[in-house]
């Protein structure tokens, strides 16, 4: 059996994160619109996130983030002139589009990729399809440069393949790790790729909230990928009535466990039969009912949006929870219940990463998984892999760069464009990305 760890990859806040509340479906998006952010101490969150996870012995990585305000986006608009003028003229004439091309979406870095692990993939490799994330305008501005900046991380192309997104087509909607859940055994065996998706392409949908993921973005991307052992379920109607705009806000998983709420899947036994018809293990299924924990509750706490995750030397599962979770009683109540007794999961460690669950995101939502042997791991770009030291150092750049209140209206400010920029071309010296990482660079 080929050893192999849990690696985290995730995103880094940028500079212009703001609650514009972009995103309908999400819930917590749509609430805290228009409300001032803090930059800065989102990104202190964020490190302390990481400095947890190296601390509990996982491989950690930093995503940084993207180019933004896309000036290049809004000049494809119509929009001339200076950079600052064209980001004047947009706040004037267009707020919404200025809006957009501001979004600091590209932190959640579950949504940045599917990813297969060497150990399911039929040439050996390490797979990676960058999600288009075209439900969202402002989503879909990210899929050329997360492919970019896969291929930094993971330069080495006998051990690691990092496609370019699927067609930017209604057909291929695709939302990433989001909505997949690998289950194994052990980390280095093959194991079973869970694909969840909201609809048909070939199907009509006049849901309250749109069905983000397609089953033929899935299959496209296992047939890519060669992944084996897959599974593809249909994610609950009713659930994206309510604000389940993604299935890691609903289920999560790790090793031979599935956590998930009663309301995850549109068939939950065809979804437990198949996984165990795939599997060279015996899965273990934790379901939360209705009656424990009401899907509204489910949603508001995140509690789902946990990182599950099997550290080195324990059997037994840890589950990353945010904060809400804790101040949420019957969410509590659950999690509580889950290491009361011989389960799973053994333990819940609590994080505050307030500042992303304004936008509805939760510890999951922050991390790209990627499961790596030892010798993929030593291929990765070093500059980027978590360490204290780096944490004191990204903490002391963003204390320099970034501001600590933003309103939507700021966004209008060409010296946020300015201070964007110069923090982000320290932050390529920082990771070891390259001098033209970035368009502005280029």
Not at 223 to 249: L, S, T, W, Y
Not at 290 to 309: R, T
Not at 361 to 373: D, E, I, M, Q
């Amino acid at each position: 059996m080929t050893q192999a760890v849990e690696a985290n990859c995730d995103g880094l806040v940028g500079p212009t994160h703001s609650f514009a509340g972009l995103a309908p479906g999400n819930l917590a998006s749509e609430i805290h619109k228009g409300e001032a952010s803090n930059p800065r101490a989102a990104v202190v969150e964020g490190l302390a996130k990481m400095r947890l996870l190296h601390d509990l012995g996982l491989p950690q990585f930093v995503l940084p983030p993207h180019e933004r305000p896309d000036v290049g986006f809004l000049r494809s608009l119509g929009f001339g002139g200076t950079d600052a003028a064209v980001i004047e003229a947009a706040g004037r004439t267009a707020p919404e589009l200025l809006n957009t091309a501001c979004s600091a979406s590209p932190m959640w870095a579950a949504n940045a990729a599917t990813v297969t692990p060497s150990a399911d993939a039929a040439d050996g490799r390490v797979h990676f399809t960058p999600a288009n994330l075209l439900t969202n305008l402002h989503r879909s501005l990210e899929g050329e440069q997360t492919a970019r900046s896969l291929r930094t991380l993971f330069p080495d192309e006998t051990r690691f393949a990092v496609h370019d997104p699927l067609p930017a087509q209604p057909h291929f909607a695709d939302e990433g790790a989001a909505n997949h859940v690998r289950l194994c055994a052990d980390h280095g065996e093959a194991g079973v790729n869970l694909f969840v998706w909201g609809r048909d392409a070939w199907e009509g949908w006049s849901g309250k909230f749109p069905a983000r993921q397609t089953r033929q973005a899935f299959e496209a991307v296992q047939r890519r990928h060669g992944a084996g052992g897959a599974v593809f379920a249909r994610q609950a109607r009713r659930a994206i009535e309510a604000g389940v705009f993604h299935n890691d806000v609903v289920c999560v998983g790790a090793r031979q466990c599935l956590f998930f709420h009663e309301a995850a899947f549109e068939d939950r036994t065809a979804v437990e039969a198949d996984i165990r018809a795939a599997a060279g293990f015996e899965p273990v299924f934790v379901e939360v009912a209705e009656a424990d924990l009401p899907l509204g509750e489910a949603v508001k706490s995140y509690l789902f949006n946990s990182m599950l995750i099997s550290l080195p030397g324990e059997d037994r599962l840890t589950l990353i929870a945010p904060m809400e979770v804790a101040e949420t009683p019957r969410a509590h109540a659950v999690a509580q219940g889950l290491v009361s007794g011989n389960g799973p999961i053994r333990r819940v460690e609590y994080v505050d990463v307030r500042q992303s669950m304004r936008n509805g995101g939760g510890p999951a939502c922050l991390r790209l998984r990627v499961v790596l042997t030892d010798e993929e791991l030593a291929a990765t770009n070093a500059d980027q892999r978590f360490t204290p030291a780096l944490q004191t150092r990204l903490g002391a750049w963003a204390e320099a760069r970034y501001r600590d209140r933003l309103l939507p209206a700021d966004l209008a400010d060409p010296a946020l464009l300015v201070e964007s920029r110069t923090a982000l071309d320290e932050l390529t010296q920082i990771l070891g990305l390259g001098s033209d990482f970035y368009p502005f660079q280029r």
